[in-house]
């Protein structure tokens, strides 16, 4: 298992090919859902310095918050409502240039302008969600998704 991480800078590409071999490492025989779910958002947060990364699980009909590295978050989110609930709904991952034109969004925190959200799907069925908040408008593209879908990709549900 991983201890350190090492972050480096340059495109956003080198930068996640760095990072997934390192998360590789810190899930390597980890068996503990939750650790690997807080470790994942710290090795996100220190190599990219984002707003918020966090994760919410699926509990019921409601997104509840899981590990995240941030500012305080919003603790349940219903399904289809704001990025994170629609996310969920459509099983797809949204990319929000612009938060404060994404209808309905929830502003957990009122420095985010934008996001990216992946739902975490196994056996058929949405999981949790990986959210990503930023405070730059459009910061998120497909670089990002192509490569946070190859991490959640890693998680053991």
């Known amino acids: 298992m991983a201890e350190d991480l090492t972050i480096i800078s340059g495109d956003k590409t080198a930068q ?76 797809e991952t949204l990319i929000v240039l612009d938060v404060t034109k994404f209808a309905g969004h929830i502003a957990c925190n009122s420095t985010s302008r934008s996001e990216i959200v992946l739902p975490v799907i196994r056996n058929n069925e949405v999981v949790a969600v990986l959210d990503v908040d930023s405070t730059m408008p459009a910061h998120f593209d497909e670089t990002d998704r192509q490569f946070l879908e190859q991490i959640i990709a890693l998680i053991h549900f």
């Open 16 to 91: 996640y090919q760095s990072l997934i071999p390192q998360i590789r490492g810190l899930l390597d025989g980890e068996p503990d859902l939750i650790a690997n779910l807080a470790n994942i958002c710290g090795a996100l947060k220190e190599q990219f310095d984002w707003l918020w990364v966090g994760f919410y699980l699926v509990k019921g009909s409601d997104l509840v918050l899981g590990p995240f590295q941030g500012p305080v978050a919003c603790t349940r989110i219903r399904k289809g409502k704001g990025v994170c609930g629609t996310a969920w709904e459509k099983r």
